[in-house]
């Protein structure tokens, strides 16, 4: 198994565009979450999803859209990207439960100029 | 809202040493998970507890409920021990965590 998978792995981009951060997972599971994590920073939760069709907003939902058509996608869109939004950015999914392990993608370095 | 803090944010160590970082948080929860972040960023789950210790070579976390407090311990610390240490807060709805700031640990040879 890949695990959970996360492209790209780098990408600058300019105030005001747009761009989509992928996700997918090949374990099956119900549960997906993005997170972004700032320097000296938590992680914070931006969107989560417990099924195809079914997602809400996290902590930190504002500048971002998520869609999840697939058990196995769950692609993170940014739009009017603007220089808070530099950050790292983590997938992660886990099967449905309140208290199971996330597995964690290996993050999208995002930097907004 | 449930707050999460770690102690301390950073930790240098020698080799060998036995070394422990400390996650307490405000509301009650059913789960803690400890995890690991290498320079480089990838994440990794170490534990998950909702009582007593856990155990996993020489990793070892401990959780008090009625405290609302863990900790990780790290017996004979190797270099390659060298990571971010992340409590998460869990056992909400959909899995949700809270997440501590992180622990930086640094061991040296």
């Known amino acids: 198994n890949a695990g959970v998978t996360q492209t790209p792995k780098f990408h600058i981009l300019k105030i005001g565009q747009s761009m989509t951060l992928q996700c997918t997972q090949d374990?099956?599971?119900?549960?997906m979450y993005w997170y972004r994590q700032d320097p000296g920073m938590g992680l914070k939760l931006i969107y989560y999803s417990v099924g195809a069709g079914i997602t809400d907003k996290g902590e930190v939902p504002n500048g971002y859209n998520v869609s999840r058509s697939t058990t196995e996608d769950f692609p993170l869109r940014l739009e009017l990207a603007a220089p808070s939004q530099t950050s790292v950015y983590f997938c992660?999914?886990?099967?449905?439960?309140?208290?199971?392990?996330?597995?964690f993608g290996p993050g999208t370095r995002l930097t907004v100029l | 809202k449930n707050e999460v803090e770690q102690s301390p944010q950073n930790l240098t160590a020698q080799e060998g040493e036995f070394i422990t970082i400390n996650c307490s948080y405000s509301v009650g929860i059913s789960a803690l998970h400890w995890l690991q972040q290498h320079p480089g960023g990838g994440i990794v789950s170490l534990f998950m507890?909702?009582?007593g210790k856990k155990k996993h070579g020489r990793l070892i976390a401990t959780i008090n409920i009625q405290e609302k407090h863990s900790s990780l311990h790290i017996t004979a610390s190797h270099p390659r021990d060298s990571a971010v240490y992340i409590c998460a807060s869990g056992g909400t709805s959909y899995g949700k965590l809270t997440f501590g700031q992180g622990t930086i640990l640094t061991v040296h040879p």
């Open positions: 507890l909702s009582s």
């Open positions: 992660a999914s886990s099967y449905p439960s309140s208290t199971d392990t996330q597995y």
């Open positions: 374990m099956n599971h119900n549960y």
